[in-house]
């Protein structure tokens, strides 16, 4: 079946994944320009964190979430997790009937326009190794130098909440000394866990010198829905929740970006 008659059910549910809360910045944004949707969401809590598996893991792990997505039916997946677009989308990208949308090569064109010489990006260690964001950003403005830093310890002080701890601040402040040794001028947070941090973060950074590719991001989803005619043009709505492993962890890490009106159901894949 071609993807756009998939879609053709408008009212289908757009599915979202991550390997935890860091999706969510993704999902807020999209919601805030689509609130006619249904939608899904699956926090891979168990496996998390992703930027520490090697490509054949996160590719075996990618399937199995884009099976279950396909039992439930979705008319799109969006990769709200930069590990996975940066590893498995090549691979992956051809064996579904949905559409699916990868964050680092949706965002890519936006970010290779900004008028500047000199960008940072964080993202976890998978995601610098693969160097998808200078490869995407770089093919199409070569003029840009990217520094890529791997932040191995940010994804675990977001899910287990300890975003104010001296330690996760030490932690945080060690990479942004890093960072500012390459005099960016805008920073990519390219991890989607990483909006969570922004409090310290602007700490030291100027808050608009740092960029959460999730406005972006949603911003090319419903362009690019929109011109499939996949958009849900009825009054339905809905959300439903699911992890892999400790619902109630999931629900207090979301706190920042999603109030969750129920535990996410707990699934295994
Ligand atoms: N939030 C994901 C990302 O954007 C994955 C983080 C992880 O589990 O390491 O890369």
């Not at 947070?189 to 310290?200: A, F, I, R």
């Not at 439903?240 to 999931?250: Q, R």
Request: hydrophobic residues 35%; charged residues 25%; aromatic residues 10%.
């Amino acid at each position: 079946m071609d993807k756009s008659d998939k879609g053709k059910n408008k009212k289908l549910p757009i599915a979202f994944f991550d390997s935890g809360v860091g999706g969510l910045t993704v999902y807020k944004e999209v919601k805030k320009l689509l609130p006619n949707e249904n939608y899904l969401y699956f926090g891979d809590t168990l496996n998390m964190p992703y930027g520490e598996k090697t490509q054949t893991e996160l590719i075996e792990i990618a399937r199995k979430i884009f099976d279950f997505f396909k039992r439930q039916n979705v008319k799109a997946v969006v990769m709200a997790c930069n590990t996975t677009s940066a590893m498995t989308y090549d691979i992956l990208k051809n064996d579904y009937d949905f559409k699916i949308y990868p964050i680092i090569q949706s965002v890519a064109k936006v970010m290779s326009s900004l008028p500047i010489k000199k960008l940072g990006v964080f993202a976890t260690p998978a995601t610098i190794n693969s160097h998808a964001y200078s490869r995407e950003i770089n093919k199409l403005n070569p003029t840009i130098n990217v520094a890529e830093i791997a932040c191995p310890a940010w994804v675990r002080i977001v899910e287990e909440n300890r975003l104010n701890q001296p330690q996760s601040i030490e932690q945080i402040k060690e990479k942004a000394q890093e960072m500012l040794k390459n005099t960016p001028e805008k920073i990519i947070l390219g991890c989607t866990h990483y909006p969570y941090l922004t409090e310290v973060l602007n700490q030291f950074f100027n808050k608009e010198n740092l960029i959460d590719p999730s406005k972006a991001f949603a911003k090319f989803i419903k362009n690019d829905l929109e011109l499939c005619g996949l958009l849900n043009d009825t009054n339905s709505h809905s959300e439903k929740f699911y992890v892999s492993s400790n619902p109630e962890n999931f629900k207090i890490a979301s706190k920042l970006f999603c109030e969750l009106k129920e535990l996410p159901e707990l699934i295994k894949l």
